[in-house]
């Protein structure tokens, strides 16, 4: 066990920790348990949306990607980041000036039917433990390589910590401890970027060069079909994380933490910027790690490739760089945590216990207390499902919520703000035929079946072609909610000019 993995491990637990007790003192409302209370600054919301969106996926399961399989891998690079653009001109706004606390809020607005909050928040509650899935596994790996402990031991710590942060700091812990850890880990992406680049001789060139010849794959690691032989199959991944942003519940969660629009696109043009030089920066780290590391090296640290930055920290900048990424990559993967957590526990504490339970009439102190009760439940049933998946890439488990993210959320978020006839039964019928398209085209893609045993969960052949249904599922969830709509005969258009004058710009009538 390495004394200074141990001393930075603990050097950032504390410091979360220390976040977490003083957070704790202004967490007094629900509002400040949800959204800390509206008063983050553009630019502090911008930099804690970067350090919620740069998951382990980002860190640990692109790099791995990028190393095993070149231009392939940086296809998640390049699709987490044009995404972006899609919550900056469609969502962002919009968002923030309907919504409150949670997406189901924002649709509020506009529908007042408990069903349609109930599918909001089942939707929510589904991306949130697939994604909190993706980041268990990368702790679980990390920790297990660090340490030497069991695989199951090492996923239950980190569950435990970032139950901790949700339960007594709420947003206003978790929107700092986001900051913290973004800026360490582009301090960390910096340096290895740079170390890199000094082995290349700060020739790129001949980095591209390089590594063709020290891959197995030769010339063609740096071609497009590597990995995604299958055209259709790239064009489905693709559209899953191109549109998929626009729906994470985490990432809309934190537009409602600014006081008004023009702060949450300013959130949104910050973290874009901070996004971007980070995955720009995966590719010297992904190729950093095919050169000084190898495949076979990656392979066996994790089958998965998810160790191949720690790795490339080690061998290129010895044990103390190798102490300094590990503890932010486990940083990371608190903060991205925290955040799941959070916005799985105000889908059943605010939406499902307060909104429909309670119609509304739930005093402070009982929200907090179901919020508390259910951040334990989304935290044990994502260690559960976690301990299943060991071996499979963190990237690609997100792809899979990033899929049902733009099958469900997104064609009801555009049909609210843009769609005139868009009516309750269309909500509904969106949400709910996105969300359950996408969970079986999973459950019968190679994702989840592979004659290859160790592949997939299961052995066998798949039924479904495309390991990422977004291709399919996306636009069912579109075509549930205009099928939805024309077949009711509800109307509201007369609701809908209330809702374009607020989206557009943010007036709310006083409340009664």
Sequence with gaps: MNTTVVVLFLAIV????????????????????????????????????????????????????????????????IGFLIAYLVVLFLVAEPLRNLGKYTLADMLKARFDATKVRGAAALSTITIVLFYMIAQLVGAGALIQLLFDIPYWIAVLIVGVMMTVYVLFGGMIATSWVQIVKAI???????IISFLVLLNFNFDIMYMFNEVKSVTSHGADYLKPGLKYTEPLGTISLMIALVLGTAGLPHILMRFFTVKDAKSARSSVITATWVIGIFYVLTLFLGFGA???????????????????APLLAKAIGGEILFAFISAVAFATILAVVAGLVLSGASAFAHDLYGQIIKKGKATDKQQMLAARYASLAVSILAILLALFAQYLNVAFLVSLAFCIAASANLP???????????????????????????????????????PVEGAALFVGEPIFPLANPALVSVPLGFLGGYLGTIFSKETNSRRYAKVKVKANTGYREKES
């Design 412 to 450: 009801v978020i555009l049909y609210t703000v843009y769609w005139k006839k868009f009516n309750t039964a269309g909500a509904v019928t969106s949400m709910l035929t996105g969300l359950f398209s996408a969970l079986i085209l999973v459950s019968l893609s190679p994702s989840v079946f592979s």
């Design 184 to 190: 360490l880990l582009m301090a960390g992406m910096v």
């Design 14 to 77: 504390i410091l979360t920790l220390i976040i977490t007790y003083f957070a704790a003192k202004h967490t007094q409302t629900t509002g400040d348990f949800y959204t800390a209370g509206g008063e983050l600054k553009g630019w502090q919301n911008g930099i804690a949306i970067a350090g919620d969106y740069l998951s382990a996926a980002s860190f640990l399961g692109i790099a791995g990607a990028i190393a095993l399989y070149g231009f392939d891998g940086f296809f998640y690079s």
């Design 290 to 308: 095919a050169a000084f590391v190898g495949e076979a090296n990656i392979l066996a640290a994790n089958p998965g490739g998810n160790m191949a």
